[in-house]
């Protein structure tokens, strides 16, 4: 891979199938940087909800919102212990804040919201303008970054994806209630899918990848050989 042209790598898809997962690793054995779009407007959602701008019944208080957009700086950092990025908001690590199901299910609608989606999208072309990166989320492919040489669409199904949801929850020490994840991850989804801008759908050039019955090894070497196929 040495002096070989670094190039964007775009993996988007449904909630919860293991897309951050297969890119960090990804990102780890090509030696390009990792960035979790996703990370991004979950601390949206996390200093919405901080600030008082999403209410008991969910709605937002949009034009306070917008008017405070421009405060909300997220970066990433190698956590040395565990070889992965951290998110920090405003300089204040929350990678673990922004994984709690209240996050979850305020997120989707916050992400659906033009002015932050605008705000987000200008962070991330501006961490890819050199390429050399591995993004994920749900609109990389088709908004972010529409010119990506190696496009992947993942997908699995809704049992499968609340189950590993529920098992990383758990293993976290979190609390949860699978048919509640299973509810959450569906209603994400859909608010993803029908949403105006940006909504989330597969790339024409992309190749998919379902992985219901996939190991993560197995999702690996899938990624590592289509990656080698259009570097070569
Ligand atoms: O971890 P999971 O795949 O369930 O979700 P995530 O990648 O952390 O993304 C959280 C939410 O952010 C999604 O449900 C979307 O509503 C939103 N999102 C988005 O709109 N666009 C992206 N590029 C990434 C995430």
């Known amino acids: 891979m040495n002096g070989k042209k670094k190039i964007t790598i775009a993996i988007d898809g449904h909630s919860s199938c293991g897309k951050s997962t297969m890119a960090k690793d990804l990102a780890r054995t ?6 979790d779009s996703g990370a991004m407007y979950r601390c949206c959602t996390l200093f919405a909800m901080r600030n008082g701008l999403i209410a008991e019944d969910g709605s937002i208080d949009e034009s306070e919102f917008e008017r405070r957009m421009p405060e ?8 040395e212990a565990t070889g992965r990025p951290d998110t920090y908001l405003n300089g204040e690590c929350v990678e673990q804040e922004i994984r ?7 997120v989707s609608p916050v992400a659906a919201l033009p002015f932050v989606r605008a705000a987000m999208t200008a962070q991330q072309q501006a961490m890819g303008r050199e390429g050399g990166i591995v993004m994920d989320g749900r609109d990389i492919g088709t908004a972010v970054f529409p010119d990506a040489e190696m496009k992947v669409f993942v997908t699995a199904s809704d049992e499968i994806r609340a189950q590993r949801r529920y098992d990383e929850l758990v293993a976290k020490g979190q609390k949860a209630d699978f048919d509640e994840v299973l509810a959450n991850l569906r209603e994400r989804d859909r608010i993803d899918s029908t949403r105006e801008v940006a909504p989330l759908r597969q790339a024409d050039d992309a190749y998919v990848l379902d992985n219901s019955h996939m190991s993560i090894p197995e999702q690996n070497q899938w990624l590592i050989e289509l ?4 570097t070569s």
Not at 72 to 79: A, R
Not at 100 to 106: A, G, L, P, R, W
Not at 227 to 230: G, I, N, Q
């Open 30 to 35: 090509i030696g390009y940087i990792y960035i």
């Open 72 to 79: 909300i700086q997220v970066s990433f950092k190698l956590n």
């Open 100 to 106: 709690t199901m209240e996050v979850s299910s305020h």
């Open 227 to 230: 990656f080698d196929k259009l």
